[in-house]
T-cell receptor
């Protein structure tokens, strides 16, 4: 069964304190890994797609990396506005839907 | 590109009532998805359309749930005889059909069953 796990479940950082979030997956034949940001009461907002091991993508204070079994979302010098839940997802082995992890709830304190 | 829009944003209803939600995808996207999300969890897949054809349904989609996309544009999700366990955020997403493209989400309909 396709599975996506994320750690930690929740993370509290001081403003400026860099850290990383982890996403591990068990699908075979990866057809892309997708990172989303979700604010309370809103739908997930697309951030990055990674397609192959070794690939990296950056956007402002966020950098996503991919290995054969996991992805990391690195947050450098975070600000309070980076507080959100970060979700990762992979296409299901069979079908067109995405399988989502449970998310990491990030809080950045001023 | 006005994004994916969902209506209503919130729905409160009594157990046993029927509810219907609407999703308008990004206009050039021919793939449309419905997901359900409960507190502290990631979205869970319900069903998928390519144009007007419903091509996939999750086993989560009981026979009380039905979805349509009559002209390959907007979609509706109906839940009949609602139950307490149906309380959740119902999310709609759309994507283009070329390769493995990201899915773009609306802000969802939050359903509360009294």
């Amino acid at each position: 069964e396709d599975q996506v796990t994320q750690s930690p479940e929740a993370l509290r950082l001081q403003e400026g304190e860099s850290s990383s979030l982890n996403c591990s997956y068990t699908v075979s034949g990866l057809r892309g890994l997708f990172w989303y940001r979700q604010d309370p009461g809103k739908g997930p907002e697309f951030l990055f797609t990674l397609y192959s091991a070794g690939e990296e993508k950056e956007k402002e204070r966020l950098k996503a990396t991919l290995t054969k079994k996991e992805s990391f979302l690195h947050i450098t010098a975070p600000k309070p506005e980076d507080s959100a839940t970060y979700l990762c997802a992979v296409p299901a082995n069979y079908g067109q839907n995405f399988v989502f992890g449970p998310g990491t709830r990030l809080s950045v304190l001023p | 590109d006005t994004g994916v829009s969902q209506d209503p944003r919130h729905k409160i209803t009594k157990r046993g009532q029927n509810v219907t939600f609407r999703c308008d995808p990004i206009s050039e996207h021919n793939r449309l998805y419905w997901y359900r999300q409960t507190l502290g969890q990631g979205p869970e897949f319900l069903t998928y359309f390519q144009n007007e054809a419903q091509l996939e349904k999750s086993r989560l989609l009981s026979d009380r749930f039905s979805a349509e996309r009559p002209k390959g544009s907007f979609s509706t999700l109906e839940i009949q005889r609602t139950e307490q366990g149906d309380s959740a955020m119902y999310l709609c997403a759309s994507s283009s059909a070329t390769g493995n493209q990201p899915q773009h989400f609306g802000d969802g309909t939050r359903l509360s069953i009294l």
